[in-house]
């Protein structure tokens, strides 16, 4: 039984008008109306309500519906700390312009004779932009693959 079905036939064995089922669940009735007639779906969280209050399994709720399943899934892949993705981004694009300009002088340096310097950097501190870049690519990538949706994974 798909959850559109399963929460209205569940709402009406309680007697339950769609208001009072949202008062209990503390949504509003219009968002028991999307979910009765497919428009929406709820977050899971209000799915583990729901079946307390009916006192069925989430199972119940999950198995009969592939898209409230897609749906749960594609929820709990949500980035959980935005901004540290934001961090991981920041590193690399002000990295990114940083060894722009490092290999510009050095390329400078080599090949046409200069002796540009960095702001009297020790050489050591040359390489620093580079190891954030490699760890801002590295945390980047990391949140990317573990908590966005991935396309087509299930279809």
Same mark, same amino acid.
């Given at each position: 039984m798909r959850f559109q079905d399963r929460i209205?036939?569940?709402?009406?064995?309680?007697?339950?008008?769609q208001q009072e089922l949202a008062d209990q669940?503390?949504?509003?009735?219009?968002?028991? +109306?999307?979910?009765? %007639?497919?428009? +929406?779906?709820? %977050?899971i969280e209000t799915i583990i309500q729901l079946s307390d209050l009916f006192n069925i399994t989430i199972d119940d709720f999950l198995r009969g519906d592939p898209q409230l399943e897609r749906?749960?899934?594609?929820?709990?892949? @949500?980035?959980?700390?935005?901004?540290? @993705?934001?961090? *991981?981004?920041?590193?690399?694009y002000v990295n990114g312009i940083a060894i722009i300009f490092i290999w510009l002088a050095t390329a400078l340096n080599t090949f046409a004779g200069t002796s540009i310097s960095?702001?009297?950097?020790?050489?050591?501190?040359?390489?620093?932009? +580079?190891?954030?870049?490699?760890?801002? *690519? +590295?945390?980047? *990538?990391? *949140?990317?693959?573990?908590?966005?949706?991935?396309?087509?994974?299930?279809?």
């Open positions: 209205k036939y569940e709402r009406e064995k309680f007697n339950w008008s669940v503390h949504v509003t009735r219009q968002a028991i +109306s999307k979910w009765e %007639t497919g428009k +929406s779906l709820p %977050t749906k749960l899934i594609q929820d709990s892949r @949500k980035l959980a700390y935005p901004k540290l @993705k934001e961090l *991981f981004e920041v590193i690399l960095l702001v009297g950097l020790p050489a050591w501190a040359e390489r620093v932009p +580079s190891v954030l870049t490699i760890l801002g *690519f +590295s945390g980047y *990538f990391i *949140f990317n693959r573990r908590y966005e949706p991935r396309i087509n994974q299930e279809s």
